[in-house]
């Protein structure tokens, strides 16, 4: 019997291909790929560009200004999904395919979902070298797009028409696994693009691809049991894997049922709302003082979706009871066996909900109940007096300003950040009110993300408000998407706040004995020093040129009319704060390993060498 085929370049093929694939979990559908960001330049125009163009009916086109800032915006898309839906991204070759590369270490460390589409050198190699080409005199096949390797989950070059139906199969596959997703990359060259082959229809059929809950096996669930049976105190760390599967009822579930307290990681946070009596809100470095007392204390940790990065453990000081276990529930066996773990291996939605049945009538000691909920108590005092404000007619500090967004957003906000002082501010101070309010990218902790990463959350949830909170430093980074969200319509509200240096690394260096060289923006004197004086720079005036609606707040008082005043409106809006410089946060609970010089002249480094040492002796493995 002839196969029924439909000439199309390669370009147009792999578009039809992508607007018919669909994700499947729980009996609801999404569109595997929503829509394709693009930037276009020789490498992608004629080919993908023309393809976008033509099938405008099942593909929608988002206009980017920066490749990396593209990928940002799909991941905060993905991300507000739960990973059921993706976008993706085409660039031209050379630094247009460069510039995705920071975009997908990202994704791919946060395990999101995101298509990478670069224009590769041609396989002809006919025009050879073309414009923008890195030559290699001992590899001819080698180009930029290379680099996108190690930061991908799966890469592959589509040098033939025909090699593109197994490439996109395979690609489609590991964007839809829970255990496999990340950045996806299929470099093209230019001239494969174009190139028409006559294409089998039943590669354009609808594809539903299955996102399974796993459940985990009956031998690790009885030892799963036997040792929370066994553990007097027991705690649960909860990271990214439970808002991914959407099991944040199923852990509030064992929450009640067991009593067992939960700390959250960055990726985490919202698993619980803050005012769950089990809550003790973050975890680690830039945690609770709860949270880090009951860890350094418990005999049990059980981690749940969580990768346990050094934030979490606090550079392997923070898990320091002696014979501490831990029992791991999570999707991919490389998490779930960190820390010689028990493990869970499945859905953790689905392995919560089996571990809660099986612990039925079990619940913690009523006295460690009572131990973290007065430290719950005491914490939630500390959280008071960081929002406080006393005057509302002084400038407002940056923990202020935090208390100010609290008292407008309601439970649908989403709240973005990712780098910074505000990340520590956060996870100590946010309360989070719902599963998806509290968006902080700490994988990979990208200075730029926020903007764009905004923009996605919007598309993907335009509905609920969006908060994109950067201080200067990060601004300066990337703040071209505003032009983006003012094209497309998409409202977000920036809370750009100014306080004239890199306020978090400032911090570090002095206690590393970097004594804050290079952090500041200060005018630069002959003898190379830096004076006092802050640089004349206007950035709320430059957002203004970019095309968002500004409102300057000088005063807390000003700051919370101004917050409200974003809320309400209709159009993307920047409110601009100078903040008071002076620490109001609390101090860091848990410890950080950031190596110190073993040698040096100055004595801030020697100092703080001393310091380091002493927090050596804190470090273990747990095997």
Same mark, same amino acid.
């Given at each position: ?28 559908? $999404? ?22 163009? &033509? ?100 890469? !592959? ?141 418990? !005999? ?36 779930? $066996? ?14 919560? &909900? ?7 009538? $079990? ?27 006393? !005057? !509302? ?45 509290? $968006? ?184």
């Amino acid at each position: 019997m002839t196969q029924s085929v439909r000439r199309l370049t390669v370009a147009q093929a792999l578009v039809r291909f992508l607007s018919a694939q669909f994700t499947e979990r729980d009996g609801a559908r $999404h569109r595997l790929i929503a829509g394709t960001w693009g930037i276009f330049g020789h490498g992608n125009v004629a080919g993908i560009g023309q393809a976008l163009l &033509e099938h405008q009916d099942v593909m929608p086109y988002h206009q980017g200004r920066n490749e990396q800032s593209m990928v940002h915006a799909a991941v905060g898309y993905a991300r507000q999904l739960n990973r059921l839906s993706a976008q993706a991204v085409t660039t031209s070759i050379g630094p247009g395919a460069t510039n995705l590369v920071t975009g997908a270490a990202l994704a791919t460390i946060n395990r999101l979902p995101v298509l990478l589409l670069p224009g590769d050198s041609f396989a002809s190699r006919v025009p050879d070298p073309v414009l923008q080409q890195l030559e290699h005199p001992w590899s001819g096949d080698v180009s930029v797009n290379d680099a996108l390797r190690p930061v991908s989950r799966y890469f !592959d070059r589509v040098t033939r028409p025909e090699a593109l139906i197994p490439a996109a199969l395979q690609a489609a596959r590991v964007l839809a696994d829970p255990a496999e997703t990340g950045a996806v990359t299929l470099a093209l060259p230019q001239d494969v693009q174009a190139e028409a082959y006559d294409w089998p229809e039943e590669f354009f059929a609808e594809r539903v691809w299955h996102v399974r809950r796993q459940a985990p096996e009956d031998a690790e669930l009885a030892a799963a049991v036997q040792a929370v049976r066994g553990a007097r105190r027991p705690l649960i760390v909860a990271g990214g894997g439970v808002h991914h599967s959407e099991a944040e009822a199923a852990l509030k579930a064992l929450a009640d049922a067991t009593g067992i307290p939960v700390a959250s990681t960055q990726a985490g946070k919202g698993s619980l709302r803050h005012d769950h009596p089990a809550d003790l809100g973050g975890i680690g470095h830039t945690g609770t003082s709860v949270a880090d007392d009951m860890a350094r204390t418990a !005999d049990l940790v059980i981690g749940v979706g969580t990768r346990y990065t050094d934030f979490t453990t606090a550079s392997s000081t923070l898990f320091a009871a002696p014979g501490v276990r831990f029992l791991n529930l999570n999707v991919t066996g490389f998490d779930a $066996h960190k820390l010689g773990a028990h493990t869970l291996i499945g859905d953790a939605r689905a392995s919560l &909900e089996a571990l809660t049945g099986a612990l039925a009538g $079990h619940r913690v000691d009523a006295e460690y109940e009572d131990e973290y909920r007065a430290g719950k108590e005491r914490w939630e005092r500390v959280v008071d007096a960081a929002y406080a404000a006393p !005057d !509302d007619s002084a400038r407002p500090t940056q923990t202020q300003l935090l208390g100010a967004l609290d008292s407008v957003v309601g439970d649908e906000d989403v709240v973005i950040n990712a780098a910074g002082s505000l990340p520590g501010d956060l996870h100590k101070l946010w309360r989070a009110r719902s599963p998806r309010q509290y $968006h902080l990218e700490y994988g990979y902790s990208c200075m730029g993300y926020e903007i764009p990463a905004a923009i996605g959350v919007r598309m993907a949830a335009p509905d609920r408000p969006v908060w994109s909170l950067v201080g200067d430093g990060t601004y300066l980074m990337m703040p071209t998407e505003i032009v983006t969200a003012v094209q497309e319509g998409v409202n977000i509200n920036l809370v750009l706040i100014q306080n004239h240096g890199y306020a978090s690394i400032g911090g570090l260096s002095s206690e590393v004995g970097g004594e804050r060289f290079g952090t500041a923006y200060r005018y630069r004197a002959a003898d190379g020093t830096f004076t006092g004086d802050p640089l004349p720079v206007d950035l709320a005036a430059n957002a203004a040129s970019l095309g968002m609606d500004v409102l300057r707040a000088g005063t807390v008082r000003e700051l919370r009319e101004a917050l409200a005043a974003a809320r309400a409106s209709d159009r993307p809006t920047c409110v601009y704060v100078e903040t008071d410089p002076a620490p109001t946060a609390p101090a860091a609970q848990a410890w950080w390993d950031v190596p110190v010089a073993e040698t040096a002249t100055r004595e801030s480094a020697v100092e703080a060498r001393k310091n380091y040492e002493r927090h050596l002796a804190d470090r273990r493995r747990h095997l």
